[in-house]
């Protein structure tokens, strides 16, 4: 499949009198324009065509998803507005990820690690708004009460895995689908809690927006296997954030490229 097939299959799946198809042939992007709304979106071709290769039709459907409710979205805030009940919960993204809204506004964020960076998104049910400093406003409160509420309301979210072992490293999936899986690593009271259960040294990985892969490693295989399981699920992922796994350590997380020097330092300190 190339960039030309995705933009004829996404033309077939979603309605044509609702949308204007503006394809850029050089860069590889298709802008998405709702005529009613007059606002759009755009799309970079090479990562679909990429996740078509791995995942075949299941691709395609995740960006046809995605267009609906992004647009579904943008239909309810201008018909009802931000008003009623507020859920909010914070987001993982990559340090990549635009750090400003399509209309120029600056997403409200906050510094995470060199990889990644916490944003904050206002639930919308099926899907949800990042939210820009233009919102606050409307939503009635504080850049402050803002990131307060996410952290609260991040502790309420499932926590349910499933596990694996490999060469006797045990590998903890959370996997809701949710589109706050990778966010549960900023929920403190259940990261503790596994700490607390891990006998090796304990890592993260969030490759993209719908996993949190904790592993406990307990030899050095293991840490080859965790690089592994995130490189797979980053190229695979619909919201990738990094491929890079950390070691979590009393709340700090340090990158794992650093970790060839300092694994026999970490396993001594353990004893």
């Known amino acids: 499949m190339e960039a030309k097939d995705v933009v004829e ?13 503006q394809f850029d042939r050089k860069a590889d992007k298709l802008r998405i324009v709702h005529h009613t709304l007059h606002k759009g979106m755009e799309i970079s071709l090479p990562e679909i065509v990429s996740k078509f290769m791995q995942k075949k ?34 987001v993982i993204r990559s340090t990549s990820f635009p750090t400003e809204s399509a209309a120029g506004q600056p997403f409200l964020t906050k510094d995470h690690t060199a990889e990644t960076r916490i944003f904050y998104a206002l639930d919308l049910g099926t899907t949800y708004r990042l939210i820009d400093m233009a919102m606050l406003a409307e939503l009635g409160m504080t850049a402050t009460e803002i990131q307060e509420m996410a952290m609260f309301k991040v502790k309420s979210l499932p926590v349910s895995y499933k596990q694996d072992v490999v060469s006797d ?11 706050y899986d990778a966010s549960r690593l900023l929920n403190q009271p259940f990261m503790k809690e596994m700490e607390q259960q891990i006998e090796g040294h304990m890592v993260v990985s969030v490759p993209h927006q719908d996993v949190l892969i904790i592993g ?8 080859d296997v965790i690089a592994q399981i995130a490189m797979q699920f980053f190229t695979t992922g619909a919201v990738p954030v990094t ?16 970790m060839a020097k300092n694994r026999l330092a970490r396993r001594e300190k353990k004893k």
């Open 9 to 21: 299959e996404l033309k077939k799946r979603l309605p044509a009198e609702k949308f204007e198809w």
């Open 216 to 223: 406990d490693i307990r030899n050095d295989t293991g840490y």
């Open 57 to 90: 039709e299941l691709a395609i459907d995740e960006v046809v998803y995605t267009i609906q409710e992004t647009f579904r979205a943008m239909e309810q805030e201008q018909t009802q507005g931000f008003t009623g009940e507020k859920t909010i919960y914070p």
């Open 243 to 258: 491929s890079l796994s950390f070691i979590y350590e009393d709340g700090k997380l340090e990158p794992i490229f650093i």
């Open 169 to 179: 490293n045990i590998f903890y999936f959370i996997n809701n689908n949710d589109g």
